[in-house]
């Protein structure tokens, strides 16, 4: 069977997962594809359902309704239950939980079944090797940083060469100077290995750097997928929009590829018709001094290093804001009166106004 018509590591169909105390519908109806070598993460804010979905997967939880299948084969489903360790997944959680009185080595080798002790010490040292550990094999996991342990229970989990490694929220305990660092190494890590990948993150930037594809959750539903880059420049709706980052919603009127809006006559991303409310990312606006644009007056002007964010007002309708990204090097200063135009397309959301009319999607 070649790639394209193997079945994907994991399928997810339908499932829904109500808790019963408190009564909660956790994950609604979800839907979603992981590929073989894939790493998909899932994003969403705290509570809607992110660590459910990893534990159906992983079998720590049964769904009430749909189905889980890995690389093809129904583990959950109305008549069907595979046990949890029977479905050769490997899991990292956000605080490691590796045992303090295991040394490095053997907190590897101890996952792994089968075999002589020999031969599980052998595969946890050329799993360490991979991992760029091979050097604290025999320290003790207070010995080492928070990136290094993590970098641990890593190999820990990939020891037995897990069918998919699902990782819940791990570079979460780290401080701010580790996390990316350990993040990039981590992902090289999966990358060299080819292995199968769904990490939870409620970070965005996280989910954009780390993942191949990103499945943004909102109240137990997947609320829409794709590579980083879509998610962000062709969100769905204003949620998506606004939890990837700042952007503007616009109200306007659209007829077909252009829409009339308070930042006057803009380019459409996809055709829509009617009342719509668009999304304009603040890096999607300029200012045009001496040029041609909707006058606003800065009313703020947030320097970031390497960018500066203003906050605007319309000198046409004050009840209009917007945020404008630019280079750190941008001379506008607060009380300015500068004109502003929109230097891309605005995007047409989904369900933001009950009369919207959004067309088929050519993103
Ligand atoms: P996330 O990982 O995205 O923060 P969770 O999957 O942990 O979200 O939780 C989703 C929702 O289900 C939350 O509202 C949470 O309070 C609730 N929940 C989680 N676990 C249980 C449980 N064992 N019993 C009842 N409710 C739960
Ligand atoms: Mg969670």
């Not at 605080?95 to 590897?108: G, Q, S, T």
Request: some cysteine; glycine content about 10%.
């Amino acid at each position: 069977m070649d790639a394209a018509s193997a079945p994907p590591v994991v399928a997810l169909e339908g499932l829904t997962k109500r808790y019963r105390s408190p009564l909660h519908l956790a994950v609604e109806d979800l839907t979603l594809d992981v590929r073989d070598g894939e790493i998909v993460c899932l994003l969403g804010p705290s509570g809607c359902g992110k660590t459910t979905l990893l534990r159906l997967i992983a079998g720590f939880e049964t769904p009430d309704e749909g189905r889980v299948l890995l690389a093809g084969r129904e583990v959950a489903g109305p008549t069907t239950w595979v046990a949890p360790d029977r479905r050769r997944i490997g899991f990292v959680f956000q605080d490691y939980a590796l045992f303090p009185h295991l040394n490095v080595l053997h907190n590897v080798a101890f996952g792994l079944r089968g075999g002589s002790r020999a031969d599980r010490e052998a595969r946890a040292a050329e799993v360490l090797d991979l991992v760029g550990l091979t050097i604290f094999a025999g320290r003790f996991p207070h010995q080492l940083s928070g990136g290094q342990q993590q970098r641990v229970a890593l190999a820990r989990a990939l020891a037995p060469a897990p069918t998919v490694l699902l990782m819940d929220e791990p570079f979460s305990n780290l401080d701010a100077a580790l996390r990316g660092s350990t993040r990039d190494e981590v992902r090289a890590i999966l990358k060299r290995t080819g292995t199968t990948a769904v990490l939870v993150t409620h970070d965005q930037e996280e989910a954009l750097t780390f993942a191949d594809r990103i499945a943004v959750m909102r109240s137990g539903r997947l609320e829409q997928e794709g590579a980083p880059e879509a998610v962000y420049l062709r969100p769905r709706t204003a949620f998506v929009a606004s939890f990837l980052g700042r952007t503007n919603l616009l109200r306007g009127e659209a007829f077909g590829a252009r829409a009339r809006t308070g930042l006057g006559d803009v380019v459409l991303s996809k055709p829509a018709k009617g009342q719509v409310m668009l999304s304009v990312r603040p890096e999607a606006l300029a200012f045009r001094p001496g040029g041609e644009g909707l006058p606003v007056t800065v009313l703020q002007r947030e320097f970031k290093g390497h960018d500066l964010t203003y906050t605007c007002q319309s000198a046409v309708d004050t009840a209009l804001r917007l945020v404008v990204q630019t280079t750190a090097d941008c001379p506008v200063r607060v009380g300015d009166v500068v004109p502003v135009a929109l230097d891309g397309v605005a995007v047409p959301l989904e369900g933001s106004t009950g009369r919207a009319t959004v067309g088929a999607s050519t993103a």
